[in-house]
């Protein structure tokens, strides 16, 4: 029988050990999704790089306080599913809430967001922000505007000498 607890005891410390090394995790209820969409979801999160896996609630309850996040235990009912990434904070919140949009069935509960729990709203808020590359890109781009104005301005100069050199 101890080595039940035991087994059970290792559950409960990965578990905890998940949420405080995730930037970002996504309880989800997949109640009413079919095996194959579910295969759907866990390739779009594996390409990603985000862990999706089932665990009992009560040792998610358990892994919850241990890693002092006790708003979650109140959505810990149910059939839940948690997405944790280590890497990317959006990538989980954007592939689930896209998911959810066509498949009704899967309800996004709750989150934690860089160790602080995270209602359905700010997942969601989460998830509608643009991904690393695309906010690199808007990053990039601001950047490169002032240079790219100068450059303008100055061929217009250029361009304006040589037309009046010319005449």
């Known amino acids: 029988m101890s080595t039940v607890i035991e087994k059970k005891k290792q559950v409960v410390e990965e578990i905890a050990e998940k949420l405080k090394s995730s930037v970002s995790t996504v309880i989800v209820d997949y109640r009413g999704l079919s095996v194959a969409e579910v295969t759907e979801l866990r390739k779009q999160l594996r390409e990603a790089g985000v862990e ?9 309850r358990r892994a919850a306080e241990a890693a002092e996040l006790n708003g979650l235990t109140e959505v810990l009912t149910g059939p839940n599913a948690i997405a944790f990434s280590t890497e990317d904070v959006i990538a989980p919140a954007k592939i689930i809430n896209d998911f959810a949009k066509s498949h009704e069935a899967l309800e996004i509960k709750a989150g934690v967001i860089e ?31 002032p240079i790219r104005n100068l450059a303008l301005a100055t061929k217009a100069v250029a361009d304006q000498k040589d037309e009046t050199e010319s005449a």
Request: net charge positive; charged share 20%; no cysteine.
């Open 52 to 60: 999706y896996k089932v665990y009992k609630n009560s040792m998610s």
């Open 115 to 145: 160790g602080n729990v995270a209602t359905v709203e700010e997942v969601k808020a989460l998830a509608s922000l643009p991904s690393r590359d695309g906010l690199l890109s808007m990053l990039l781009s601001v950047l490169q505007a």
